[in-house]
């Protein structure tokens, strides 16, 4: 009789709010009020007393310690008619663990396993459409069956066992909000996670091609572990019961703490196998002390750990900004950023999980952790990338610097390979100029010392001294310029005042300090002889002018005569006649040059040009 009294109550309750609303017909309902019984049956239990509950109904404040399965019953009128083409659905935000509904004393849905392994909808929201044919204009009664688990028997509060409050509306009005909170609370949550699985095997990938840089081993670790954690939110049907679940997803955390750790320190260039011992311990330490502390102590014992753990990464990111602050100042401030909003998210998780703050919407920091993740691997990228641009330049110039050096070694072995031939080359020389002076010399001064014929001895005397300068040329050092200059003069000056041509030489005024090779000197001095016999045989002058001149590089003569010039049918042929063609040979072989300028009646002028 009571419990028949409070349904009355409560189905007149429900039917003056209707009343009084606005629009009451087409209006959502929002139920915040139901009945609830403590009961494993498979119906409501109407003989068991049944006691009003405000929705939400968390069960950590309403029956501590309670765990199995509890009974709503609400009553409510349709917002719309059921004879009405619109589809009615009732919108639930949050049912923790799992439930299944009646309307009318008929089971219209089931949300998965109610037993042990029972699904996981925690995180999921639910959109239960009502069958027109079951539904009635009044006194509708929609009963709940909820299983969750106590709060002493998980490791974090969202996981506890509740129910939020009820709206029941048109389905095409009530789909946008499920969408939406499904979308922020499963699709939202499994998008990240594969974005950071590809990341962390991006990472692993670029630790495999440098594993001098530890860090990215530990990043992408920390990218895969906490990918896999992540799963609890969207992995409804596991094969694991409460204890076996609750046990797994709290452990999973260690292992993804030691990996941030790790990162941060390696990161700031700080080893410690000290650290590295006791975060490998503390993986196992913590399934361990979950384990002997047995489900009952879940929650409590895995606060303890979640804030030791909030403690060994705020210390870690702490020492990572005093090495980056030291070493790599520029990047300090977006690490800075990075780590407050990392501080932040931990502490209203912490505050969440300990009821100093409200349950917010979307779990901050299932939401803000790969956010800073994608950031951090960002900046790594472009570090790395960075660096792979550096490198390549670095390759770019070692191999400019490869080919340089490859160049020059191969100057080197020819010019090794010049001296080579040059060494033969004046070995051989010196042979055949110690031939020529032991042998051809002896035999043409002993003609020009025998001979009864001034005719021969002349031309003997004539051939010893070509063969001496042959043998200076071969086997000579480099002579004075200045002497050379006024051997020269003397010879010429001599040659034509024989011939009765007057001579006019000048030479350079200041001191000359040049070397001229012998064989350029050889060469020369037959250059001379040679236009000095053109004009003594040929041009029928009476006056010859010669001048020198020395520059920087080079050095010229010219030698000019006021006689007949060169014939007109040797125009255009003058390397055919005159020793013109050996003249200009001779030159071309010291890198020079030798200019001949002739015309009938003007004389001729010769211009010798010689490297120094």
């Keep these: 009789m009571p419990q028949r009294v409070l349904l009355i109550l409560h189905i007149a309750l429900a039917a003056l709010i209707a009343a009084v609303a606005p629009a009451a017909a087409a209006a959502p309902l929002t139920i915040t009020q139901a009945l609830s019984v403590n009961s494993n049956d498979s119906r409501f239990p109407d003989g068991a007393v049944a006691r009003p509950v405000a929705l939400p109904d968390d069960w950590a404040q309403t029956r501590p310690r309670h765990d199995g399965s509890v009974w709503y019953r609400v009553a409510f009128d349709a917002p719309v008619s059921p004879a009405s083409d619109e589809l009615l659905a009732m919108y639930v935000d949050r049912v923790c663990s799992n439930f299944e509904v009646q309307l009318n004393g008929q089971r219209i849905y089931s949300g998965g396993r109610m037993q042990e392994p029972v699904t996981r909808n925690c995180r999921t929201p639910q959109l239960v459409t009502l069958p027109a044919a079951l539904l009635k204009a009044q006194d509708n009664v929609l009963d709940l069956r909820v299983v969750g688990a106590a709060l002493q028997q998980v490791s974090a509060r969202q996981r506890?066992?509740?129910?939020?409050?009820?709206?029941?509306?048109?389905?095409?009005?009530?789909?946008?909000?499920?969408?939406?909170?499904?979308?922020?609370?499963?699709?939202?949550?499994?998008?990240?996670?594969?974005?950071?699985?590809?990341?962390?095997?991006?990472?692993?990938?670029?630790?495999?091609?440098?594993?001098?840089?530890?860090?990215?081993?530990?990043?992408?670790?920390?990218?895969?572990?906490?990918?896999?954690?992540?799963?609890?939110?969207?992995?409804?049907?596991?094969?694991?019961?409460?204890?076996?679940?609750?046990?797994?997803?709290?452990?999973?955390?260690?292992?993804?703490?030691?990996?941030?750790?790790?990162?941060?320190?390696?990161?700031?260039?700080?080893?410690?196998r000290a650290v590295a011992a006791t975060l490998a311990a503390q993986c196992l330490l913590l399934p361990l002390s979950l384990y002997l502390a047995g489900p009952n102590r879940s929650f409590v014992l895995a606060g303890v750990w979640y804030s030791l753990l909030a403690l060994e990464v705020l210390g870690a990111a702490a020492l990572h900004l005093a090495a980056t602050w030291k070493a790599r100042r520029g990047q300090f401030r977006g690490s800075l950023l990075i780590a407050c909003?990392?501080?932040?998210?931990?502490?209203?998780?912490?505050?969440?999980?300990?009821?100093?703050?409200?349950?917010?919407?979307?779990?901050?920091?299932?939401?803000?952790?790969?956010?800073?993740?994608?950031?951090?691997?960002?900046?790594?990228?472009?570090?790395?990338?960075?660096?792979?641009?550096?490198?390549?330049?670095?390759?770019?110039?070692?191999?400019?610097?490869?080919?340089?050096?490859?160049?020059?070694?191969?100057?080197?072995?020819?010019?090794?390979?010049?001296?080579?031939?040059?060494?033969?080359?004046?070995?051989?020389?010196?042979?055949?100029?110690g031939d020529l002076h032991?042998?051809?010399?002896?035999?043409?001064?002993?003609?020009?010392?025998?001979?009864?014929?001034?005719?021969?001895?002349?031309?003997?005397?004539?051939?010893?001294?070509?063969?001496?300068?042959?043998?200076?040329?071969?086997?000579?050092?480099?002579?004075?310029?200045?002497?050379?200059?006024?051997?020269?003069?003397?010879?010429?000056?001599?040659?034509?005042?024989?011939?009765?041509?007057?001579?006019?030489?000048?030479?350079?005024?200041?001191?000359?300090?040049?070397?001229?090779?012998?064989?350029?000197?050889?060469?020369?001095?037959?250059?001379?002889?040679?236009?000095?016999?053109?004009?003594?045989?040929?041009?029928?002058?009476?006056?010859?002018?010669?001048?020198?001149?020395?520059?920087?590089?080079?050095?010229?003569?010219?030698?000019?005569?006021?006689?007949?010039?060169?014939?007109?049918?040797?125009?255009?042929?003058?390397?055919?006649?005159?020793?013109?063609?050996?003249?200009?040979?001779r030159a071309k072989q010291l890198q020079g040059q030798c200019l001949v300028e002739s015309g009938p009646g003007y004389g001729t002028v010769i211009r010798l040009t010689l490297p120094l």
């Excluded at 660096?387 to 610097?401: D, P």
């Excluded at 001034?454 to 040329?473: D, K, Y």
Aim: proline share 3%; hydrophobic share 45%; net charge neutral.
């Design 341 to 433: 909003a990392a501080g932040v998210a931990l502490l209203i998780e912490m505050a969440v999980q300990h009821q100093l703050l409200p349950p917010p919407p979307v779990p901050v920091l299932q939401f803000t952790a790969p956010l800073l993740f994608l950031v951090i691997g960002w900046r790594l990228m472009r570090v790395f990338a960075h660096a792979l641009e550096a490198a390549e330049a670095g390759h770019s110039t070692l191999e400019q610097r490869v080919k340089e050096i490859t160049a020059e070694i191969e100057r080197n072995y020819a010019h090794l390979s010049e001296l080579r031939v040059e060494q033969v080359t004046e070995k051989e020389r010196k042979r055949i100029a």
């Design 160 to 272: 506890a066992g509740g129910l939020s409050e009820l709206r029941i509306a048109r389905q095409s009005e009530l789909a946008g909000d499920y969408a939406w909170r499904l979308f922020w609370n499963v699709t939202a949550v499994q998008i990240s996670a594969a974005t950071l699985l590809v990341l962390g095997c991006l990472m692993l990938g670029l630790y495999g091609m440098n594993r001098s840089e530890r860090y990215l081993l530990h990043f992408g670790a920390m990218l895969m572990g906490w990918a896999l954690l992540s799963a609890h939110v969207w992995w409804r049907d596991t094969p694991f019961d409460t204890a076996s679940f609750e046990l797994a997803a709290c452990s999973a955390v260690a292992p993804v703490v030691a990996s941030i750790v790790l990162f941060l320190l390696s990161h700031a260039a700080i080893r410690s």
């Design 438 to 585: 032991d042998d051809l010399g002896a035999k043409l001064l002993t003609i020009v010392h025998t001979s009864e014929s001034e005719r021969i001895s002349t031309l003997a005397r004539e051939a010893l001294e070509e063969m001496r300068l042959s043998v200076r040329g071969l086997t000579g050092k480099p002579v004075r310029l200045a002497d050379a200059l006024a051997d020269w003069r003397a010879e010429t000056v001599s040659r034509l005042g024989q011939a009765n041509i007057e001579a006019d030489w000048r030479g350079p005024a200041e001191e000359i300090e040049h070397l001229l090779p012998a064989r350029a000197y050889v060469q020369t001095t037959r250059i001379l002889r040679e236009a000095v016999s053109n004009i003594i045989k040929h041009s029928g002058a009476s006056h010859c002018k010669v001048r020198s001149t020395v520059g920087a590089r080079d050095f010229g003569m010219l030698v000019q005569d006021n006689g007949k010039g060169i014939p007109m049918e040797l125009d255009g042929k003058l390397d055919r006649g005159h020793g013109m063609s050996s003249m200009k040979h």
